[in-house]
């Protein structure tokens, strides 16, 4: 080092020093920086707190949409409505004949549909949904008996 740097670095020690340990306001000072200090560590501790908060939220909302919804979780209300709309998703579909009703998982179809490609469609369909336990099909072509 050459020596001016290591002048200038030295009388600038000295004067903090010399500033910091007087004897009438030394005292006075350094509770200043150490107060200074504190409050800088707070709010730095803070900050962390509150980006650590707000990673963990972002974590766990990616998890709870990356994870694939099972049946467990879900009521009937929800399932028929995941099965009206997989079953009714081709616009030819015959969406005012058919009744859709879930108790316990299991899927209760009724209604008349043109020909037996429906019926067995539809409840093909309302089967390859998530969460449904079973099907009970109760779909008939106009002027035959309701099973």
Known sequence: MSKIPAFLLGAATGAAAAHLLDPDRGASRRSAVAGQAASVARSGAATAQTQAREAAGKAKGAVKSAAPTGGGDLDDVTLARKVETEIFRPADAPKGDVSVDVQDGVVHLRG????????DRLASDAANVDGIKGVENRLHEPGTPAP
Do not use: C, L, R, S
């Open 112 to 119: 008349e549909v043109a020909d037996e490609a429906w019926i």
